[in-house]
């Protein structure tokens, strides 16, 4: 009696390798490390890069343990933490900004074969760990630039339609309209007052022209600036999540400040280049022959180049969904999706621009080297700058009236094709923004508190376990080894799910580890009463077992329902929390019948026992 099935057996031996499999990278302490990529995703790092920085790093007597060129990434594993941002600042100066990301990272040591099983070590939250840290500066000047530059194209297209002929010129914020009438230039200030309120106006005589000034307000400005500000931490934000990170931190700080914190990223130089691309997109007419100078504007495409009217079509504010494909001649391509606005103007401007051509401006924030000056301390440093990069990735011609959906091709490669989807999807910026300030931050908590909560968790289990075997004897043991088997699942499922752990967290793993002895002294309570009851030792086992799983099924799902509801409803520490407990439950349940059952089985099956060790 009492005998387990082979199959039983097997299952639990299989998910205890895939436990010990998955828990072993946590095993491995990561190696502070400085990676670098490039600007753009069709840059291709080689020796060349590696050889330069390793060169520079030694000469600075820089401790490097390993540096090499992997997925078109360059890793420097460092052998002490307090070099890393000495090493940063060396390798940027040797690279320079204009076309490589410099960030610093944790580079996992777990061997090759783990890895091979897709093993890796679990994400810990900053309050465990630590992790990245960004502070973004938004360029609020370039903001009211841009929506200055969008506002005056619908101004401009807006006159047109009401025949109103003039001159619209943007400088230095102010717009100024030319007219040849008193009346021409009444009508286009009662225009721009149901059109832009916000702007002050002021009339004005030169000659024979009569002049039109508009111009935003104190107020206006810095309604644009905050509004710039919150759009940048909406993209923000969507970008965090189409890098797939857990647990982050997006906020405002200051005027114009954002912080991001990043816990667990692996990939920190990918992270720093999606998160401070502009990676706006404009879209624009080619300029005619006859078109005015101050109407046109010339850019590089190709090995040539272009030149396109200033009146902004729509810009990458109006995309709404964005997917990388091929064409039909396998080429790569970006699908764009526009919103209801700007489907409704790209249809008014291209139904009469059929058999004209369209350009798409692609625009990126970059940083170059202007020379060098004499630090505090009397060293010399490089000086960078920043600046926008223009240029025109795709010309066609219109060959009939575009609406909300429509595609790019021109691209460079699929990578780029998919970076760029991944950036118009996630939403464009409305103003560039530059990273102030970068670091990695420790546990937020503090590394005495975590050590003393751990300390505390190992003293409550010893307890649970000493416990178990006085109480409980031979079935104690049991309980306890099942116990042990449920910690190694719940590590080893966190990790493959790539779930990250906060202090929280391994509040809800106790939380479980409580509710999986529970299970255990139900089943052992209940075997004791069947044995006062007169049953002989086998048949109180299996009695015991099959008796008390309708309870621990009742009390494990209903508290299952509670963490799921907070998962869905909660935020930040309460989903790390709910997580956790979560696994716990599915975990202990298996566990704490299962296998529990399998090892009181092993001591006591198929044997004719007279007594009891419980």
């Known amino acids: 009696m009492n005998r387990y099935s082979v199959w039983k057996y097997l299952i639990l031996i299989a998910a205890l390798a895939i436990g010990v499999i998955y828990s072993l990278p946590n095993m491995y302490e990561p190696d502070p490390a400085v990676q670098v990529s490039g600007e753009s995703s069709t840059l291709i790092l080689g020796d060349k890069e590696l050889n330069a920085v390793s060169e520079a790093l030694a000469a600075n007597n820089i401790a490097v343990i390993n540096a090499k060129v992997s997925d078109n990434k360059l890793m420097i594993r460092l052998s002490e933490r307090d070099q890393q941002l000495h090493a940063k600042r060396i390798t940027q100066d040797t690279l320079g900004q204009e076309n490589y990301v410099v960030a610093l990272n944790l580079a996992p040591t777990t061997p090759d074969w783990l890895r091979s099983f897709g093993a890796g070590p679990l994400k810990l939250g900053l309050d465990l760990s630590g992790g990245v840290h960004f502070l973004m500066e938004v ?35 102010v717009v100024t309209g030319r007219f040849k009438t008193e009346e021409l230039r009444d009508s286009a200030s009662s225009l721009a007052f149901k059109e832009m309120p916000e702007m002050s106006r002021r009339k004005s005589v030169d000659g024979d022209t009569f002049i039109l000034e508009l111009e935003l307000g104190e107020q206006a400005i810095l309604k644009l600036e905050d509004e710039a500000v919150a759009q940048n931490l909406i993209t923000l934000r969507n970008r965090v999540n189409e890098l797939g990170v857990s647990e982050p931190l997006v906020q405002r700080q200051g005027r114009n400040r954002v912080v991001v914190e990043l816990p667990g990223v692996q990939d920190t130089a990918t992270a720093k280049r999606i998160l401070g691309k502009t990676a706006n997109l404009e879209f624009r007419l080619e300029a005619g022959l006859d078109a005015a100078s101050f109407n046109r504007e010339q850019f590089a495409y190709e090995d040539r180049s272009v030149q396109l009217e200033r009146d902004i079509i729509v810009t990458g504010e109006s995309v709404s969904g964005a997917r990388s494909a091929f064409d039909e001649n396998s080429q790569p391509q970006v699908s764009i999706d526009l919103d209801a606005d700007g489907g409704k103007m790209m249809h008014r401007v291209t139904r009469h621009a059929v058999k004209r051509k369209m350009g798409v401006l692609f625009i990126e924030r970059k940083t170059r080297k202007v020379g060098n000056a004499i630090n505090e301390n009397g060293d010399l440093e490089p000086v960078y700058e920043r600046y926008d990069q223009r240029r025109v990735i795709n010309l066609a011609t219109i060959q009939s009236p575009l609406g909300a959906s429509f595609r790019i091709t021109g691209l460079d490669s699929a990578a780029e094709a998919s970076e760029l989807a991944l950036l118009l999807r996630a939403g464009a910026l409305a103003a560039p923004m530059e990273f102030v300030e970068e670091r990695t931050i420790g546990p937020s908590l503090g590394a005495e508190n975590i050590a003393l909560g751990i300390k505390s968790v190992v003293i409550g289990l010893c307890f649970v376990v000493v416990f178990m075997i006085v109480f409980y004897k031979v079935f104690g043991i049991a309980a306890n080894l099942a116990l042990s088997m449920n910690l190694l699942l719940i590590i080893a499922v966190m990790s493959m799910l790539s779930a990250t752990l906060t202090l929280p967290g391994i509040a809800g793993i106790v939380l479980t580890v409580g509710m999986a002895v529970d299970a255990n002294v139900l089943i052992f309570s209940r075997i004791r009463e069947e044995l006062k009851n007169g049953l002989s030792p086998q048949m109180a086992i299996n009695t015991g077992f099959d008796r008390a799983f309708l309870t621990i099924l009742d009390a494990n799902v209903t508290t299952l329902i509670a963490a799921v509801i907070l998962y869905a409803v909660g935020t930040g520490p309460i989903k790390g929390f709910a997580i956790t407990l979560s696994i716990g439950i599915l975990t202990s349940m298996f566990t704490a019948i299962m296998g529990t059952r399998a090892l009181v089985n092993l001591f006591y099956g198929g044997r004719n026992v007279k007594k009891l060790m419980i």
């Open 139 to 173: 360029d609020t000047a370039a903001a009211i630039d841009i929506r200055l530059r969008s506002s005056v194209s619908n101004y401009k297209t807006l006159l047109r339609k009401d025949r109103i002929r003039g001159t619209i010129q943007l400088n230095d914020g």
